[in-house]
């Protein structure tokens, strides 16, 4: 059936397309229309073949390394005759000493969203292209994502499409296409041409998928440190890729903690510290984070977007390589598996593996979401399609603790609420490999003061993402059957227990998810707790470090960043008695009227009583959907807006009822603030710490800690200095502080050896 006809024949035949089974795949047309789909920039190129290079131009690696390596060429089903890949000249096989895979495959009109240099495709309007098709065609339907799934309201119907492999094809489920599989088409601009469902059109799809041929190195090691040009030759186009390998620098730090504070901002930490009191201009009670010595900026872009999301982010700290929006550990490539793209090698592996180093991972989110499985995950695609994926990945990863939220994605499909599609019990996998699980803060507790304590430890306290420090501490009846979470400070110092075991060092990354999870939703309060809850995590690491491992360093930084300030006060009994928003916005206060704001801290845990305040902050995100703010925290966790029958978030009515309006300034199927712009703080302290000052992209921060850690996965032990080179070094020095600090170095770089293996 061709879309084309349908549409220019009679009323009956347009009636058609209200019946729910067309409706469905109307709203899978929409839906597509947001994905994230690497797009192309072979646009301007016709007249060459299109080539691929991962990892891309202006890559980073530490020699030794491992990565994989693929180049695609795109429109042609098998390799032209002339094609080459040399480095530095020479034919890539002999250079790396391993022939390549070839693989040929096909993708369905989707095209790279960058080119080898890095630059976007000169247009992406994919969504607005493709939204227009719809509209002109059926009339307005709003799509939200959530994850790789997504989701549609269509004349006050829901319909929910669920991912697969490829990122054109969805499951439909529910309805009358309950099972069936849907299919995208894209033409070579992005532009949505149309969709089947179950093998039958309901659209043109004028655009047959690409052919491509490619070649794949798996698990080569970076070479010596240099320079090195790759350049690949196919059916006359030459493309290069110009890759660094750094020279490994000598440290002396053992251990590394990052603390990842999702979405963190200067402006958040500014409010947090300001709502614990200030007087005169200084503060009452400052953040631990203020007293950190080193302090950076880092940018955050990926290299197909300006907007940063966590996955590319925490992977560029996590393996020095910048990334795809939605990608961990790897480039993304067009294969149809998002897990078979090629991998960059994270911090946590080089460390296990030249270094028997223990690796911890704590977080209060569902542990597979993109931030804590940065540390150890690989994959194209961060949505529920590879989450589960990401569960398996940190058992064969070895990661010897994990604690977090997540147990949907632990239990087999059989459970209730199980979000695997296979039958595996990975809690029970997790034991049987030695594990000792616990489900719930009191479990912990008994694991932790146990004669012999674990040295593998997966805590898993929730089915999802933990409930914030507010909904734990304060309005429990918000975390359910939940009622037994350890909070971030007790997960972070039983990690750092169980991992200062081991002799030869950790690596330990603690996220603290929902500062960004809660100020999507524009929640200040929850947001600005759980980043004080952070700062004490962080508090409680560094008193643990100075008893137990003065040798390790602590970086402290954002993935990415949100739109939050505080611009004045608001006098709330002005605001509340105020029944126009004329009327409610005299309480706002600025400049010298806006004095400070009053929340107590009767209990003296450094957390604010937020209810309990008279005058507020007067804070704001810079983006969001239509919604009110009253400037108050809310007894629920907040949900803006809502979706009104046509799809389109409008305000949420039982949301800050008596709060003033704020018209959306996003797109009408956004339903909640999205990260901005702005380069995220970096603070440090410990050894190697100075490192991080300055302005940086945040892959740098990699490189920081491995050479905090004097890191060379090049060599044997994975060391930049032997024992002798550090005797030799010493007897150099000339001063006798010098020669202490090498004697030092030597003494604990000697250590570390001896403890070895
Ligand atoms: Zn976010």
Do not use: C
């Amino acid at each position: 059936m061709q879309y084309a006809n349908i549409v220019k024949r009679t009323g009956e035949n347009r009636r058609m397309f209200k019946n729910r089974f067309v409706r469905k795949a109307l709203v899978v047309l929409a839906l597509a229309a947001i994905m994230v789909v690497p797009f192309a920039s072979i646009q301007g190129q016709t007249a060459e073949i299109p080539v691929l290079i991962l990892p891309v131009d202006n890559a980073n690696f530490l020699p030794g390394a491992f990565f994989d390596f693929r180049v695609e060429v795109h429109t042609i089903a098998e390799l032209p005759e002339d094609f080459a890949v040399t480095v530095n000249g020479e034919p890539a096989a002999a250079f790396f000493g391993a022939e390549a895979e070839e693989e040929t495959f096909e993708f369905g009109g989707r095209v790279t969203r960058f080119d080898n240099s890095g630059t976007p495709a000169a247009d992406f309007a994919i969504a607005s292209l493709a939204l227009q098709y719809y509209n002109t065609a059926f009339g307005v339907a709003e799509v939200t994502a959530d994850g790789e799934n997504l989701t549609a309201v269509v004349a006050g119907e829901t319909v929910v499409l669920e991912a697969t492999d490829d990122p054109l094809v969805f499951t439909a489920v529910g309805g009358a296409a309950d099972g069936q599989a849907v299919t995208f088409g894209l033409n070579e601009d992005g532009v949505v041409t149309g969709f089947q469902v179950a093998g039958q059109d309901f659209g043109k799809m004028d655009r047959q998928p690409t052919p491509a041929a490619s070649v794949i190195w798996r698990q080569l090691q970076a070479p010596a440190p240099g320079e090195y040009v790759v350049e690949v030759t196919a059916g006359g186009t030459t493309r290069t890729a110009t890759w660094t390998v750094r020279e490994p620098v000598a440290g002396t730090a053992r251990n590394v903690i990052l603390f990842v504070a999702d979405g963190m901002t200067v402006g958040m930490l500014t409010a947090a510290r300001a709502a614990r009191g200030m007087t005169q201009g200084l503060p009452d009670n400052p953040l631990y984070i203020d007293s950190m010595p080193e302090v950076g900026i880092a940018s955050t872009s990926s290299i197909d977007s300006l907007m940063a999301d966590s996955a590319n982010t925490a992977s560029s700290l996590n393996t020095g390589h910048i990334g795809s929006v939605n990608a961990t550990g790897s480039y993304s490539d067009n294969t149809p598996s998002s897990l078979d793209d090629p991998r960059t090698e994270t911090l946590a592996s080089i460390l296990q593996r030249t270094r028997d180093y223990a690796i911890g991972v704590v977080t209060t989110a569902d542990y597979s979401d993109a931030t804590p499985a940065s540390v150890w995950a690989h994959g194209r695609n961060r949505g529920d399609g590879n989450r589960a994926a990401y569960v398996v990945q940190s058992l064969e990863s070895g990661i010897d603790v994990l604690m977090g939220g997540g147990a949907r994605r632990l239990l087999p499909q059989s459970a209730e609420g199980s979000r695997r599609s296979d039958d595996r019990d990975m809690f029970a996998e997790f034991e049987a490999a030695g594990y000792t699980v616990v489900t719930t803060a009191t479990e912990l507790g008994e694991a932790m003061g146990a004669d012999a304590m674990p040295t593998q430890l997966l805590g898993i306290f929730h089915p999802g993402d933990l409930n914030v420090w507010l909904d734990r501490n304060v309005y429990t009846e918000n975390v359910g059957d939940f009622t037994d979470q350890p909070g971030l400070v007790d997960m972070t110092t039983a990690a750092l227990d169980v991992l200062g075991q081991n002799p030869n060092g950790f690596y330990l990354m603690v996220e603290a998810a929902s500062v960004d999870k809660q100020i999507h939703p524009l929640d200040q309060e929850r947001a600005l707790s759980d980043l004080i809850e952070f700062d004490q995590s962080i508090a409680a690491a560094a008193a643990w470090v100075a008893e137990n491992a003065p040798d390790t360093l602590i970086v402290v930084t954002a993935d990415h960043g949100h739109g939050y300030d505080v611009y004045g006060t608001v006098n709330l009994e002005v605001f509340n008695a105020g029944e126009t928003d004329e009327e409610r916005r005299v309480g706002i206060r600025v400049y010298a009227a806006a004095g400070y704001p009053d929340y107590p801290d009767a209990d003296g845990d450094g957390q604010p009583e937020w209810a309990d305040a008279t005058i507020a902050f007067a804070g704001a995100v810079n983006n969001g959907p239509t919604h009110t703010e009253n400037y108050q925290v809310s007894e629920v966790p907040r949900v803006p807006a809502v979706q009104d029958d046509a799809g389109i978030y409008i305000d949420n009515p039982d949301d800050d009822a008596n709060g003033i309006f704020f018209a959306g300034n996003l797109g009408p199927g956004d339903s909640t603030g999205v990260h901005t712009l702005q380069d995220v703080p970096v603070y440090a302290m410990g050894p190697g710490a100075e490192a991080v000052s300055g302005h940086y992209h945040q892959r740098e921060l990699f490189f920081v800690m491995a050479a905090a850690l004097g890191l060379d996965p090049s060599a044997e032990d994975g060391m930049v200095l032997s024992a002798t080179d550090l005797s030799t070094a010493g007897i150099a020095g000339t001063g006798s502080l010098v020669i202490a600090a090498f004697g030092l170095v030597a003494g604990l770089a000697i250590g570390r050896i001896s403890r070895r293996k």
